[in-house]
C-alpha cells in the first residue's frame, strides 16, 4: 500500500469528484504535495494562482501530484475555490481526518504546502509555499528538502 494512500485514508478524489486510488500504479514514484488553503484566506488567494503555475509547468516532468485539503468553513465555498484548481482534492467531508492530518503534519497556518513522498508517506519538505513563492519558483532543486 502507497505510504501517501494510508496517510489520506483514500478520500481522494479527482476533478469528476470520483474516488481515486492512490495505489494506482500512475501514482508510484510520486512526490505529493498537500495543500492546505481557504477559500477566504488572503494569503492563500496570493499564492493559488503562483501554486497552479508552477503545477501546470512541472507537475508531469517532476512526477508531482497535489492534494487540495480545505480549511473552508462550507462546501459551497470549498466548491467554488476548488474550481480554480487543475489537481485532486481530499473529501471536504472527512473534517476529522484533516483536522488529525493536519495536526500529524503540524501544520499552523495556511496557505501551507506539504510534499510528502507518495510510496513511503514520509514528509520531504514543510516549506514549499516558501520555496514557490519566493525560493525557487522554477523548482531547480525540486522536491526541496525542509532540512536544507
Known sequence: MAGIHKLLNGHVYNKANKKVDLN???????????YFSAHWCGPCGEFTP??????????????????????????ESFKEYY?????????????????????????DGIPTLVLIDGDSGEVICTDATQKISEEDPKGKDFPWNSDE
Do not use: C, H
Request: charged letters at 45%; hydrophobic letters at 35%.
Open 83 to 107: 474550481e480554480e484548481m487543475p489537481w485532486l482534492t481530499f473529501d471536504f467531508k472527512q473534517k476529522n481526518k484533516r483536522e488529525k492530518l493536519e495536526e500529524k503534519l503540524e501544520v
Open 24 to 34: 494506482d500504479e500512475e501514482y508510484e514514484g510520486m512526490v505529493f504535495g498537500l
Open 50 to 75: 503562483k501554486l497552479v503555475k508552477f503545477y501546470n509547468a512541472y507537475a508531469e516532468k517532476k512526477k508531482f501530484e497535489i492534494i487540495f485539503v480545505s480549511s473552508d468553513e462550507d462546501e
